[in-house]
């Protein structure tokens, strides 16, 4: 059983920045590649970034591309995403994941079976 625990979700003014941390434990975290995902209220949980399983390769939804940047440390079994430049439509609770090893695209929820509980970032405007 995998299981991810998101942390350094908060409240933070417009231009301000946050880290969030995803701890993942019960797979070989190394070997798959990792998302982060998010969901505004009353919207539906959109693709943010994900990262390859060697950390080579970054994925980047427009909205955030430039903003946010995404790593990892296969050492610590930990996803990270830093996040500067927040804006107000960046409030949403994020959520980071595990691609199934068969996965083709990174940024289609179906491709990942693992989740988080969340975090919740509020960006003030």
């Known amino acids: 059983q995998v299981q991810l625990v998101e942390s350094g979700g908060g409240l933070v003014q417009a231009g301000g920045s946050l880290r969030l941390s995803c701890a993942a434990s019960g797979r070989t975290f190394s070997a798959y590649t990792m998302g982060w995902f998010r969901q505004a209220p009353g919207k539906e949980r959109e693709f943010a970034a994900a990262?390859?399983?060697?950390?080579?390769?970054?994925y980047y939804a427009d909205s955030v591309k430039g903003r946010f940047t995404i790593s990892r440390d296969n050492a610590k079994n930990t996803v990270y995403l830093q996040m500067n430049s927040l804006k107000f439509e960046d409030t949403a609770v994020y959520y980071c994941a595990v691609r199934k090893l068969s996965g083709t695209y990174y940024d289609r929820i179906y491709e990942y079976d693992y989740w988080g509980q969340g975090t919740q970032v509020t960006v003030s405007s």
């Open positions: 990262i390859s399983w060697s950390g080579h390769r970054e």
